[in-house]
């Protein structure tokens, strides 16, 4: 069933400045590829939520936007509507309803996700932890004609979209130094962009992802599935 929704452009330098200035974050120099800074800036256009799980409760989901000739954005998709008076006349935002979809319609489509694994493993000590794994780029399957990432994108969307064709692939891990060095900071989030077109499978599961979301990290910019007709 389609469900209605907000959508917001948020430019990404008025995010930059809009967290500058606050009193409390003042101490801390942000950069656009910190993940709590993303979190941070997205969070803050909505009303303060008493419960800690605010952003999943009104699936608030974010995408990182770079389009050639535009300043960068976060295009942000929320069940509330943004509360940020400051901002009148610097970000877009309208509701929009989504879905009404077919089986067998074929769509373009642009998701972020998260695209690691994660692995029990035994330490030095003998203790069980948890080992996060990045999915690797190379080398292409020779039965699928998929990368490892494209098959990572296949198996997660497998019950909404069928018959994926990839266009783009963009990989970004925030966090770090551009020569791959930690950075300043609170954590290392790898964020992997895909551009492609499917076929709907099934029209419900498919509105399903789009409202609420595909995979982990959905907090730092993952998640976000939208869809355009053919």
Same mark, same amino acid.
């Given at each position: 069933m389609p469900f209605t929704t907000f959508l917001t452009k948020f430019p990404a330098h008025e995010a930059l400045n809009r967290i500058a200035i606050e009193k409390? &974050?003042? @101490?801390k120099q942000w950069n656009i590829d910190d993940p709590e800074f993303r979190h941070r800036a997205v969070m803050g256009l909505f009303p303060n939520f008493e419960s800690d799980s605010a952003r999943s409760q009104s699936n608030i989901l974010f995408r990182y936007e770079f389009v050639p000739g535009q300043p960068p954005y976060f295009l942000v998709q929320s069940d509330v509507p943004v509360v940020a008076p400051d901002l009148v006349g610097h970000i877009e935002s309208k509701q929009v309803e989504i879905g009404g979809y077919e089986s067998g319609e074929a769509v373009l489509f642009r998701i972020? !996700? &998260? #695209?690691?694994t994660r692995r029990e493993v035994e330490n030095a000590d003998g203790d069980k932890i948890t080992k996060v794994v990045p999915v690797p780029l190379a080398p292409v399957n020779a039965d699928s004609? /998929? #990368?490892p990432a494209e098959g990572f994108?296949?198996?997660r969307l497998r019950s909404a979209l069928v018959n994926i064709e990839f /266009? &783009?692939?963009n990989r970004h891990v925030l966090g770090v130094s551009p020569r791959g060095r930690a950075a300043k900071a609170s954590k290392v989030v790898q964020v992997d962009t895909f551009d492609a077109v499917g076929f709907v499978n099934d029209?419900? @599961?498919l509105e399903n992802f789009l409202h609420r979301g595909v995979g982990r990290a959905k907090a730092?910019?993952?998640? !976000? !599935? #939208?869809?355009?007709r053919v």
């Open positions: 409390k &974050n003042r @101490e972020s !996700l &998260n #695209t690691v004609g /998929l #990368t994108v296949v198996d /266009l &783009n692939h029209p419900q @599961e730092y910019g993952c998640g !976000l !599935l #939208t869809v355009k």
